[in-house]
């Protein structure tokens, strides 16, 4: 079976909102759990131009704190995202989970290629 693909511009025309990051967070969500748990989805952000601190965090961060970092990095695998998108994603989630820290969530970067 192949593994799901979550096409960010097929779900959204700009990534510069909470809203729309959490709109989309809970679209990924709930493709997660329907998935098998030996399913990695990959987010693609392939010719996504501009991503804001508050769509990166309501998206990847939140959805890192919810899941966990070891979870959410063995269910799902981000390509597509330029450099300075990267650094942002990397900054972003590392803060979100830093504040999540007293809950047992670690405060590291995601492996975004």
Known sequence: MTDPVFVL????ADFVSRDIGRLLREQLLQLEIAIPEDQRITIDASGVVIMTPSFVDEFFGRTAA???LERFQSRFHIVGIDGENRTLVNNVVRNRLILHRRSGVGGSAVDVE
Do not use: V
């Open 9 to 12: 511009q097929s779900h959204a």
């Open 66 to 68: 919810l899941l966990g």
